[in-house]
């Protein structure tokens, strides 16, 4: 393989002063330039996040740039695009990769597009063959995984699918600002109003209750939400409770709902499923209250109570409001 960069690209602050996905795309990124001894570079849309710095020290990035400018807004993905685009032909990376945020599925595809490249959305690991890449994704909603190879110059969305090592040590390095001109940009696509949700999103919660068809019905998701307020955290819930109305799609965990990261997931009534499981198999503990002592959720459950929901919650709430 070349020298050619591999590319971590990342948008916007996330929770604890870094952008979301940050250090597991970083992660994948730093074993990805080593395997092909080509350097690693991370560049940042917007403002840069508080630890960024630091953080590219830890992972051993040669050149953390920062593109910043009035264009960049949260939701401008065409001003996005444009701005990576520019980036992408200046620094001819053979791969670039990227956290698969709502932002990143739609930026990805667009621009692979502009740079001549492949994308691969859902990816879980990559590795070089030869002048091209190797990358295992997951397909069919995360039942199944797909080998590609692809190259030259792929654009790769990942999806944080696993607990990952510490990084290592590492002097913090300065961003350096990369000058794009977007003023020829004019965005195609107007938000008239962002989905309102009130309180922390799930994507930067350290605590979360997720509820799920076991509960039964819409009125028994009050005790979900008792139980997160009782623990600090906020609610979550499976696919099919917000298909069937009793919550709105905010709440969803998921492949198709929101990517979770919290130290603490609390899955009630939830069976378990892999694309449930890709929004939440990241967190440091899970515990599962489900009544079939089957249900895959616990092998993924560090703590598991076997027991119906009605009755194990409420004592819950009652201990956890206690304490
Ligand atoms: C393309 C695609 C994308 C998808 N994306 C998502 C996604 O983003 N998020 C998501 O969640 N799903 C998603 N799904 C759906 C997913 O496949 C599952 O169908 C869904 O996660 C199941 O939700 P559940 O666990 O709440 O329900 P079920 O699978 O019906 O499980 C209910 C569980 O509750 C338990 N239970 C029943 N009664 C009680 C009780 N009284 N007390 C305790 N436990 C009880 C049962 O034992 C069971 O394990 C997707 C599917 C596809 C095909």
Redesign the pocket.
């Known amino acids: 393989m070349s020298q050619q960069p591999i590319v971590v690209c990342s948008f916007g602050e996330g929770r604890d002063g870094l952008p979301p996905g940050a250090e597991e795309v970083l992660h994948i990124g730093r074993n990805l330039a080593q395997a092909c001894e080509a350097p690693l570079m991370w560049v940042i849309l917007g403002p840069l996040p508080e630890r960024a710095s630091a953080t590219a020290g830890l992972y051993g990035v040669q050149n953390l740039h920062q593109i910043d400018d009035a264009k960049l807004e949260a939701n401008h993905t065409d001003a996005q695009v444009a701005a990576l685009a520019a980036y992408g032909k200046a620094q001819t990376p053979q791969a670039i990769l990227v956290h698969q945020t709502l932002e990143a599925r739609t930026v990805a595809p667009r621009l692979a597009a502009r740079l001549g490249g492949a994308v691969v959305m859902n990816g879980i690991s990559i590795s070089p063959i030869g002048q091209n890449f190797e990358i295992t994704a997951s397909a069919?909603?995360?039942d199944t995984r797909v080998i590609y190879e692809v190259g030259p110059k792929p654009v790769l969305a990942f999806i944080p699918n696993a607990v990952i090592p510490e990084p290592g040590s590492g002097s913090a390095i300065d961003a350096e600002p990369f000058a794009v001109d977007l003023s020829g940009v004019e965005e195609r696509i107007e938000v008239l109003e962002p989905a309102h949700f009130d309180g922390p999103r799930l994507d930067d919660a350290d605590i979360i209750v997720s509820g799920?068809?076991?509960?039964?019905s819409q009125d028994n998701y009050s005790l979900i939400e008792q139980l997160a307020e009782a623990l600090g955290g906020i609610a979550g819930a499976?696919?099919?409770?917000v298909d069937d109305g009793w919550v709105d799609s905010s709440h969803?965990?998921?492949?198709?709902?929101r990517i979770t990261r919290p130290n603490l997931y609390v899955a009630?009534?939830?069976?378990?499923?892999?694309?449930?499981m890709?929004?939440c198999s990241a967190a440091k503990t899970i515990v599962a209250?489900?009544?079939?002592p089957e249900?895959a959720?616990f092998q993924h459950a560090r703590f598991g109570i076997v027991?119906?929901?009605?009755e194990i919650v409420p004592e819950l709430i009652r201990a956890a409001s206690a304490g």
């Not at 027991?307 to 009605?310: E, F, N, P, S």
Request: net charge positive; aromatic share 2%; hydrophobic share 35%.
């Open positions: 069919y909603g995360g799920g068809r076991g509960l039964g499976s696919r099919p409770l969803q965990v998921g492949l198709t709902g009630i009534g939830i069976s378990g499923a892999s694309q449930h890709a929004g209250v489900n009544r079939d249900a959720i027991g119906d929901a009605l």
